[in-house]
């Protein structure tokens, strides 16, 4: 009888080892899961942040020569004589 108990505690413990070694594994799956994501989520915000700091330059670039053309044509339309011939 004792030996029945001992083998009964045995696989009990060799359920309980592959329970926790399957329980690791999934964590482990869900970390690394978690650690590429992070990662691009990283790379995501560095080229987003590059784009839209081109994009902002060149919309600077775009209000300077509408600013510019607008003083232009307050002058123009301020001073008709500029056009006559």
Do not use: C, Y
Request: hydrophobic residues 45%; proline residues 1%; aromatic residues 8%.
């Amino acid at each position: 009888m004792v030996r029945a108990g001992g083998i009964t505690n045995a696989v009990n413990v060799g359920i309980a080892v592959q329970a926790d070694w399957e329980n690791r594994e999934f964590i482990s799956h869900i970390s690394l899961n978690v650690r590429r994501l992070f990662d691009f989520l990283v790379q995501f915000e560095a080229t987003t942040k590059s784009k839209l700091a081109s994009l902002n330059e060149k919309l600077d670039t775009l209000e300077r020569r509408l600013e510019l053309l607008d003083v232009q044509v307050d002058t123009a339309s301020s001073n008709p004589s500029l056009f006559a011939t």
